[in-house]
């Protein structure tokens, strides 16, 4: 009965496994950070609530958020593969039963936003939503990544709906719209929620272009474009409670100190998600400047 009433507002495909993609040998690779910095975003925290229905269950810094609903429960991106465990420990101990969780969603293909999400599907058996190129990037386990080649994988995993760009879904009292916002991945994906009594919160995803070939990638040669359209599509977007894919981007540690002090809204922050986009173009177009410097 959930999965139908979820499917009604869907374009649904199942998909094939996908080929493999193929990188320009050509191309140079940007170089893959450390597992260690992934392992110590990691470090568990226990879970909390940032809103009515919200809660966060994810790490010290890799992003996993809970949507409840009267019709079953929205779960955004799984952190590392490691961290599957410690996300269901976080769902269970609020009280909340993982097979509830219908749809689980994706900002972005890698090991620190997917690399949980076969085992959280497995468990839960929630029906995965994602982009389609971040649905070919997570059923190749990250591999042929445009910027990292093969350096980080993760547990390959099938997704089962294909979104596209202003999809809605409705889900008991919570309305879902995919933003895609690609740049950091080809197929990054924000999520925009309409909330119980009027509240709206958006999911950002990675605005950022860490040491990437940013003149003529050939991996990826929409990538300046795309990433400036995608600063545009969240700099227009005006919500209540702005959460990212990475706890440093909204402040998460702070925002947690306050609620803990008592402050109910800490998690209000209706300047974030510009304030957020604003230093991410700022960061890019020095990139970008100074990658055009060296290649005349």
């Known amino acids: 009965m959930y999965r139908s009433a979820l499917l009604l507002t869907w374009s649904l495909f199942m998909l094939p496994l996908s080929g493999f993609a193929t990188l320009n040998p050509n191309q140079p690779l940007s170089e893959a950070p450390p597992f260690s ?5 990691a470090k568990p925290v226990k879970p ?3 809103a009515d229905n919200v809660w966060y269950v994810g790490t010290e810094n890799l992003s ?3 949507i409840t609903t009267s019709e079953g429960h929205i779960l955004v991106d799984g952190a590392l593969d490691a961290s599957a465990q410690n996300i269901r420990h976080n769902i269970e101990s609020l009280g909340f039963n993982i097979h509830d969780i219908r749809i689980i969603l994706n900002s972005h293909a890698r090991l620190d936003q997917a690399g949980g999400i076969s085992k959280l599907k497995l468990w839960s058996g929630a029906l995965l939503a994602a982009s389609q190129a971040n649905a070919d990037q997570m059923g190749r386990g990250g591999k042929d990544d445009f910027a990292l080649g093969d350096a980080l994988p993760f547990p390959p995993v099938t997704t089962d ?3 596209h760009n202003g999809e809605t879904i409705n889900l008991g009292e919570v309305t879902i719209k995919a933003l895609l916002t690609p740049g950091h991945l080809p197929g990054s994906t924000s999520w925009l929620f309409s909330l119980p009594h009027g509240r709206t919160m958006i999911y950002a995803d990675s605005l950022a ?10 991996n990826y040669p929409a990538l300046v474009n795309d990433i400036r359209t995608s600063f545009a599509t969240l700099s227009a977007q005006h919500v209540d409670i702005f959460i990212a894919n990475k706890g440093e981007r909204f402040n998460l540690a702070e925002k947690r100190t306050r609620l803990y002090a008592g402050d109910k809204n800490a998690f209000t922050d209706r300047d974030g998600l510009q ?3 604003s230093q991410s173009k700022q960061t890019f ?3 970008l400047k100074k990658q055009a410097g060296f290649s005349k």
């Open 37 to 41: 910095l992934f392992a110590d975003w």
């Open 285 to 287: 177009e020095e990139l």
């Open 48 to 50: 909390f609530r940032i």
């Open 64 to 66: 996993s958020i809970l």
């Open 161 to 163: 709906i294909i979104v």
């Open 275 to 277: 304030k957020y986009v």
């Open 209 to 218: 272009t860490p040491g990437y070939y940013l003149i003529d990638n050939k």
